[in-house]
């Protein structure tokens, strides 16, 4: 973990923001950098039932450009001194997540659970929770 790059999944919500606070905090005191990803899930739907005007990739491809912005934004604000790099993946988020962080061996996941309990909870997925249970290195959810 001491000297192995932190991974901090963003969907650029407030919550997002506080655990990257976490990660940088981390990556200073262990003179490391920080790889920010975002996933860009695949639009769901089927063929039968098309509600968009425009087809799934053309979809995912603004959906990508505009994370892509996103990104670059979130990275002009933070510290130049630390070495941060941004990735875009697209496809599902706790699986591109545990992806990353085993291509990069990361020495720790930094990331935000948006406090869903009871039925909420229930009916979406919980990408943190998924994350926490099947990873290979330390995790850290933030609130």
């Not at 630390?82 to 993946?89: K, S």
């Not at 997540?97 to 979406?124: C, E, Q």
Request: proline share 4%; hydrophobic share 45%.
């Amino acid at each position: 973990m001491r000297t192995r790059q932190i991974l901090c999944p963003t969907d650029f919500s407030e919550t997002a923001s506080h655990a990257l606070s976490y990660a940088i905090e981390m990556a200073n005191f262990y003179k490391v950098g920080v790889r920010l990803l975002h996933v860009v899930d695949k639009p769901f739907g089927d063929k039968h039932t098309r509600v968009l005007a425009v087809t799934p990739d053309e979809l995912a491809a603004r959906m990508g450009n505009e994370a892509a912005g996103n990104m670059r934004k979130l990275i002009g604000t933070l510290d130049e001194a630390l070495t941060i790099e941004g990735v875009i993946r697209h496809g599902h988020p706790a699986e591109e997540i545990l992806a990353s962080a085993d291509n990069i061996h990361a020495g720790m996941i930094v990331m935000a659970s948006h406090g869903r309990t009871g039925l909420p909870h229930f009916l979406h997925a919980n990408v943190s929770e998924d994350v926490a249970n099947r990873a290979k290195c330390p995790v850290l959810i933030v609130k």
